[in-house]
């Protein structure tokens, strides 16, 4: 007879099979790491190139350049790029962040070296036309302006400038007027510092074979583009020595909330316990932060809390959006949420689920090409090899409640904190 | 191409398994075929309530989430108008706890009151999220009403307004359940290392005794033909003038379709699409300009929505606009234009098809709409469409009074810089 009341047998996961990126050298010395895996055919090529907003003089710059990238090389007009990527099928994403700038290609593995024929010409030959550097700053302004009525970039902004100080690069500081003081020669002058072979590393993704990484020796492995190296800038933290900070922004119903503190780097004795802890915190749907705000109080339709880690700094950071009215006692189940963790143990049951959870979230991490090469370049960016993975298992395994308890009280005092609320008063 | 296996269930559900053994998860997804075209008028937003009321434990099980994290699984649900889609991946050898969550609350429900308390307000707290505080958040919201006068998708599915979910009463809760959530208004998707047998086995197992319902075949009022152009104007707080024309468009079987998305894909997709290239970067018209199906089941709307540049009127907008679709009626599309369009189409298919997940929900959909193997039919049917079929599609969707003009004007103010 069938039993409703429990749940069928659940059995642990015991294996994790982690394919491992492999590497190659290019000629030039370019690191080339590549996931072979899939059942498509198809491939993700990403061309990092240290090149975030931590090198850039001004705002934007590091931004605007990367997005240049597809407006025009020696050999193709930006119309061209356009024509030849939409018949292929194939896809740029040009993304840059902090600390690095990004031109990723998706494509059909069938088209592959016509995609990179042209992909090589757009990285190494960038001319930037400057009809298509103001059209891009147009859209872009716009952007800005639409951005900047959005509770949750007020306050994500501030929070930054608050966390770091505002001349620090980790602090998003743009402002309208940053757009006007933009001109062609800056960003000419940026990609030549540092979009070149010297700067560069490759993740590929999909079906590698051998044809696909003698394609990439031979448009990208050679000494034509080598840059001189720089030395990367040196920033020092200023944070506020003030805790608390409210954003004004008139007539909205609901505001931004962003808590946060520095955390600890991943390669730090107690990342994966900590890692742990913030799950049981706010890291997943059954979270503390997301049960009691969300699913008793009903006060938001979603809060989290999680870790950024960037290359010199990591943080901790809890989002939410709520009602005006609900600002006071969300701000008041946070901090209480954080006491409990520090005063009563974690009980066994809920220790097991978000065990069995973050055990199933390692399983998805390591399933499909893409998600391989996202696993990899999540320790390749801070040094770190598979071992960490080999780390985090182990203590995910072996982890007790007085620990969690132990770590709470060691990292989650909430007179750490910053608080950013924007919204109206 | 998807290799997959179908069988209906004595009890009227439909079950669907795909195998893929590149993946150590597998994904199931239950669709049922209720959405907020379903609603009464006055009470709309209930079948998306609703869908956060299936995670608020049913007969035998108090609590959704805690068994299925604990089985190392993962899960999220949508609501379209059209229909409610709940899906979950779990680790191969859990598959089991799946079948067990799902088809408990297929069965019934645990109808909590403070489930339905807490959640009126979480869904409230969505609504002013994504629509009441954000920028251009209530523009489906004032098209839907502008473009449909009898057809449920007149409203969007998060409701008209806040206050009919605030009325949402325990009864009515209970009379949705029966009256849509059914073995036989369902389909189960299970794909991922599995085999069709043990698929076959654990459906029955779970699912088999589940009392057919007898749901009843749904009598939809149809938008009648619009005849007449339609404009409205509103004044917003954001920072740029938006204008947005919706025309009625073919349902989502009829041959129609295809050519109307290729037609879509032509004006806007990607950098080389042409209203990108003349209005945007040539003309420098607009700073942002799309053409996009609302992707209905039901006839839906094309929608071609542009932010125009500073300085350019809404009025010039819209002649440009109307500029672009009127050369689509009056010269065929090239074959390369056409040729180009489809090879991206096809590619995306090909993306698509990466992810079992992806391949669990989008046989799911399917099927609820007619059939799941539409799927692998598709790529053929885009690859059929002609450039005289672009023309004659363009013809008839673009013709003078299908259209629903919304201006969405920026009241003017200082905004605060930060």
Known sequence: MLNRNIQPPVNPIEHIDMVKAEKRLLSNGIPVYFVNAGSQDVVKIDFIFEAGTWFQEANLVASLCNSMLEEGSVNYSAADIGEKFDFYGAYIQLTADQNYGYFNIISLGKHLKTILEITENLIKHSVFPQYELEVLIDKNKQKFLLENEKVKTLCQKKFTQVMFGESHPYAITNKLEDFDQINREMLLQFYQSYYHSGNCRIIAAGQIDESVLALLETHFGGSDWQGNSINAPKYEISPDPQKFHHVEKTNGIQSAVRMGKFWVPKNHPDYHALAVLITIFGGYFGSRLMTNIREEKGYTYGIGSYVLSLKHVSYLIITTEVGNEYIEPTLKEITMEMKRLQTELVSENELETVKSYLLGEFLRDFDGPFALAGSFKAINDFGLDYSFYDDSLRVLRNITSEKIMQLAQQYLNSEDFYTVVAGSK | ?418
């Open chain 2, 1 to 418: 191409m998807i290799h997959f296996e179908r069988t209906k269930l004595a009890n009227g559900l439909t079950v669907i398994v795909h195998q893929d053994k590149t993946t150590p998860m597998v994904a199931i997804d239950v669709c049922y075929n209720v959405g907020s075209r379903d609603e009464h008028p006055d009470r709309t937003g209930f079948a998306h309530l609703f869908e956060h009321l299936m995670f608020g434990g049913s007969k035998h099980i108090p609590l959704y989430d805690e068994p299925l994290q604990k089985a190392g699984g993962d899960n999220n649900a949508f609501t379209s108008n059209d229909l409610t889609n709940y899906y979950l991946t779990l680790p191969k050898n859990n598959i089991e706890t799946g079948f067990w969550l799902e088809s408990d609350r297929m069965l019934e429900l645990a109808f909590s009151k403070s489930s339905l308390d807490v959640q009126r307000n979480v869904v409230i707290e969505e609504f002013k999220q994504r629509n009441l505080n954000q920028p251009y958040g209530d523009v489906w919201a004032l098209l839907r009403q502008l473009a449909y006068k009898v057809h449920p998708y007149q409203w969007p599915t998060i409701g008209r307004e806040i206050s009919h979910i605030e009325k949402a009463t325990m009864q009515q809760v209970k009379d949705f359940f029966y009256a849509h959530y059914a073995p036989d208004n369902a389909v189960l998707v299970v794909a991922g290392d599995v085999d069709f047998d043990k698929v076959l086995t654990l459906a029955n197992r779970w699912f088999g005794h589940i009392p057919n319902r007898a749901v009843k075949q749904r009598a939809i009022p149809q938008e009648p033909e619009q005849t007449e152009i339609r404009e409205q104007s509103v004044v917003r707080d954001v920072p740029n003038d938006t204008i947005y024309m919706a025309y009625h468009m073919a349902d989502r079987l009829d041959p129609m379709y295809y050519a109307t998305d290729l037609i879509s894909d032509v004006l806007s997709n990607g950098n080389s699409s042409r209203m990108y290239q003349n209005l945007v970067q040539k003309e420098k018209l607009f700073t942002e300009l799309d053409a996009y199906l609302s992707g209905d089941n039901d006839p839906g709307l094309f929608v071609v929505s542009g932010k125009p540049s500073n300085g350019i009127s809404l009025e010039t907008a819209r002649r440009a606009i109307e500029r672009e679709l009127d050369r689509m009626k009056q010269e065929r599309v090239s074959e390369y234009e056409l040729e180009k369009v489809k090879n991206k189409v096809e590619a995306n298919i090909e993306y698509s098809e990466m992810n079992y997940l992806n391949k669990a929900m989008n046989l799911a959909t399917n099927e609820i709409l007619n059939d799941a193997g539409l799927i692998n039919s598709q790529v053929d049917f885009y690859r059929s469409v002609t450039t005289a079929q672009i023309q004659e599609v363009a013809q008839h969707l673009f013709r003078h009074g299908n259209c629903s003009v919304l201006n969405y004007i920026a009241k003017k103010s200082e905004h605060v810089e930060s």
